[in-house]
Nanobody, 125 residues
Framework: VWLVESGGDLVQPGGSLTLSCAVS????????IAWFRQAPGKEREGVSC????????FYGDSMKGRLAISYDNVKNIVYLGMNNLKPEDTAVYYC???????????????????WGQGTQVTVSS
């Protein structure tokens, strides 16, 4: 299993960005995929999770209403669309596979076993 994030960039406040998480073939068909972020000096927090088997999507409170998670099962990519970005959204964003299978298990890191290397998002004017 492997995951590779990309799409991080420097954006102005109020801007939009879409992150990509390329996953090894069929991984997202069987395992829920979540996005986390870690800001400097802060703990890693979960922001969104998708269950591709049934289409259910979940969003954490910190960015709720500003996110859209989706999965392209042809390209094996999980996307995280973000809009109305704020300086406090500055962080390294990671994607991860759920340990137990296709259902999103909340955002405790111990429930996820494979992680990507992260992609940096910086929101600044």
């Amino acid at each position: 299993v492997w995951l590779v994030e990309s799409g991080g960039d420097l954006v102005q406040p109020g801007g939009s960005l879409t992150l990509s998480c390329a996953v090894s073939p069929f991984t997202a068909d069987y395992y829920a995929i979540a996005w986390f972020r870690q800001a400097p000096g802060k703990e890693r927090e979960g922001v969104s999770c998708i269950e591709s088997s049934n289409g259910r999507r979940f969003y954490g409170d910190s960015m709720k209403g500003r996110l859209a998670i989706s999965y392209d099962n042809v390209k094996n990519i999980v996307y995280l669309g973000m809009n109305n970005l704020k300086p406090e959204d500055t962080a390294v964003y990671y994607c991860a596979t759920a340990r137990e299978g296709g259902l999103c298990p909340g955002y405790s890191e111990s429930n996820y076993d494979y992680w990507g290397q992260g992609t940096q998002v910086t929101v600044s004017s």
